[in-house]
């Protein structure tokens, strides 16, 4: 099992940036993959993104050239750089860990951070 709290979330005027963090309580170097999901009011929980333990991300459309998922092994703890902030950004941001066992994969999530958008 694997526990996951986030940081870093609030409220930002449209072009500004946040930095989300997570921490495991546990090792991440392992882990299969570790990143962002995001549920605007009303929509489904969207990828927002997600880093392998090979170091490979893979980001939404929407936040390409705008977002920055990044790994600290030694910290346990992934960082969601949120730059240049769009209204429709505004979510709450929950983390997300992908961790395998022989040939099955569990889902762990954090308990969400709320970041809004707004002037």
């Known amino acids: 099992q694997v526990q996951l709290v986030e940081s870093g979330g609030g409220l930002v005027q449209p072009g500004g940036s946040l930095r989300l963090s997570c921490a495991a309580s546990r090792s991440i170097v392992s882990v299969f993959a570790m990143g962002w999901y995001r549920q605007a009011p009303g929509k489904q929980r969207d990828l927002v993104a997600l880093?392998?333990?090979?170091?490979?991300?893979n980001y939404a459309d929407s936040v390409k050239g705008r977002f920055t998922l990044s790994r600290d092994n030694a910290k346990n703890t992934v960082y969601l750089q949120m730059d240049s902030l769009k209204p429709e950004d505004t979510a709450v941001y929950y983390c997300?860990?992908?961790?395998?066992?022989?040939?099955?994969?569990?889902?762990?999530w954090g308990q969400g951070t709320q970041v809004t958008v707004s002037s």
């Open positions: 997300y860990a992908d961790v395998q066992s022989g040939i099955t994969h569990y889902g762990y």
């Open positions: 880093i392998t333990s090979g170091g490979n991300t």
